[in-house]
């Protein structure tokens, strides 16, 4: 059997449907571009009839893209499939998901029928749609709990009136493992004419289980898998896309093989949670913020000793640069030394040993030790006086009806010089001023403000990370003027660039 396994990304339909995540064409458009460089097979872009708007994120979806078939989902009506003919009208690969109930729950309270009767109208909608396009797609809708001897049935004669794609959704998220594997094999081996056809999965993860379901379906035949980003969906949501692609890249002996650029997944997880407002929880699997975290002191030593002593899967390979090694109350000197080392402060011995001493005593006060922390405890806390950049004078115009515009002073070894610039806000411009003064080519790599305390006269830290030919430096300043605070974190890391 062919290892390929192709990637059916739903975000944009079934994700879509958590409320409080619509988007609109344009914010389809993006994501829909992102998931192309992502390197998924298809993309289902909406529900046609559902709505005017969802129509025309199909028809624009189509033309903005070009590798991946674009998908069009549909009831088993008629009107539904011609209004997702046309919507397909301009993709270069389009596709119609249609389908109907095929449990006894489906079949009796939903749609008072039989099962003869539904074969029939399963059928029925197959065939109008190959009048239409090539690649039809039939969902078997509540699979999970439908009777395997009926299911097969309708597989065949789906296949027989030019099914391409066989969808088996577990659409309640019901089923088990192995439950919902040997539903797959069952139709393999039972279904004549399952060779003219792709098995499909599309698990929901009511009980937690979608991931591992969408695995024991691949494993036992199916070679495409539905599945959306940061696992959205419908309730307790969808397979998720990243988990089952790592699953499938880490276990090598499993030997499936996905179009997927791995090392994109990271930046498609932050696009879509920030497009559909739903971030993305700390200790989700792969791109959550905690997922190559260390805090324990045994993780945080074995990982700096060997990443494969605590990670199964290397950060790069899905768009993370490094492991982060967070510095608490469980951490031990190891952890503590590097960090230092980071920061430019190399202990050993007795003086590592003092200088750990008064880490845990902080540690056990504060839920984290942050880099200002560590630089007081080395007994070398940062003085502005004493850098050879400092902030001079700072001055910025914003408003809702103005370009927010910046003029910063910066002394370099006495000299004072100043620089004006513009921005997508003050903070923005304010950097940007910065960057044409000091004339080196850094990166932002991250922006971090945090209160202090409560209230709006709160002392704000801002903790800054910035590239410079491949190397990462980090800059901290805290001031009750948040903007200034960034300008001085700003200058604090790139002043630190030898």
Do not use: W
Not at 73 to 89: G, H, S
Not at 99 to 112: A, E, F, V
Not at 295 to 323: C, F, M, T, W
């Amino acid at each position: 059997m062919d290892n390929k396994v192709y990637i059916f990304d739903t975000t944009l339909r079934d994700g879509e449907q958590v409320p409080g995540c619509q988007l609109n064409t344009i914010e389809k458009i993006e994501v829909a571009r992102q998931l192309e460089k992502l390197g998924v097979d298809v993309i289902e872009a909406g529900f046609p009839i559902s709505s005017p708007g969802d129509f025309n994120s199909v028809v624009e979806i189509s033309k903005a893209v070009t590798n991946p078939t674009i998908c069009a989902l549909t009831r088993a009506v008629k009107k539904d499939i011609e209004v997702a003919a046309d919507a397909l009208k301009f993709a270069k690969r389009g596709r119609i998901h249609t389908g109907i109930g095929t449990s006894p729950y489906h079949i009796k309270y939903k749609l008072n029928s039989n099962e003869d009767e539904i074969i029939e109208r399963a059928v029925e909608a197959v065939k109008y749609a190959k009048r239409f396009v090539e690649d039809v797609e039939f969902y078997a809708e509540d699979a999970g709990r439908s009777d395997n001897e009926y299911l097969a049935r309708v597989v065949e004669a789906v296949i027989a009136a030019g099914a391409t794609v066989i969808n088996i959704p577990d659409t309640t998220g019901y089923c088990l493992p192995k439950e919902y594997g040997e539903k797959i094999a069952y139709l393999v081996n039972n279904v004549p004419n399952v060779d003219k056809a792709i098995l499909s999965t599309h698990c929901h993860n009511d009980l937690g289980m979608a991931t591992a379901n969408t695995l024991a379906g691949v494993t036992n035949g199916a070679r495409q898998v539905e599945v959306t980003i940061n696992g959205l969906g419908e309730r307790a949501g969808n397979t998720s896309l990243e988990e089952v692609v790592m699953a499938m890249k880490s276990h090598h002996d499993l030997d499936y093989q996905t179009e997927i650029d791995t090392k994109q997944i990271m930046k498609t997880s932050r696009l879509v949670s920030t497009l559909m407002r739903m971030p993305v929880q700390a200790n989700k699997a792969i791109v959550g913020r905690n997922a190559f975290a260390h805090s324990s002191g045994i993780h945080q030593d074995g990982v700096l000793k060997n990443r494969e002593n605590y990670e199964i899967i290397d950060p790069a390979d899905v768009g993370v640069k490094e492991s982060s090694i967070v510095l608490t109350a469980r951490s031990g000197r190891a952890a503590l030394k590097h960090r230092l080392h980071v920061l430019g402060y190399d202990f050993e011995g007795p003086e590592l040993d003092e200088v750990y001493n008064r880490f845990l005593d902080l540690a056990d006060k504060k839920k984290d030790v942050a880099d200002e922390d560590l630089e007081a405890l080395a007994g070398t806390e940062k003085e502005k006086q004493d850098r050879s950049i400092k902030l001079e004078t700072l001055q910025v115009i914003s408003g809702s009806t103005t370009i927010p515009t910046a003029t910063v002073a910066v002394s370099f070894n006495g000299d004072v010089f100043t620089e004006t610039a513009s921005g997508n806000g003050p903070i923005d411009a304010a950097f940007t001023a910065v960057k044409a003064l000091v004339k080196r080519k850094v990166h932002l790599e991250e922006f971090l403000i945090q209160a202090i305390t409560r209230g709006s006269d709160d002392l704000g830290k801002v903790h800054v990370q910035v590239e410079h030919k491949g190397q990462i430096y980090y800059g901290f300043s805290a001031n009750v003027d948040i903007i200034t605070a960034s300008v001085e974190a700003f200058l604090d890391a790139i002043s630190k660039i030898g």
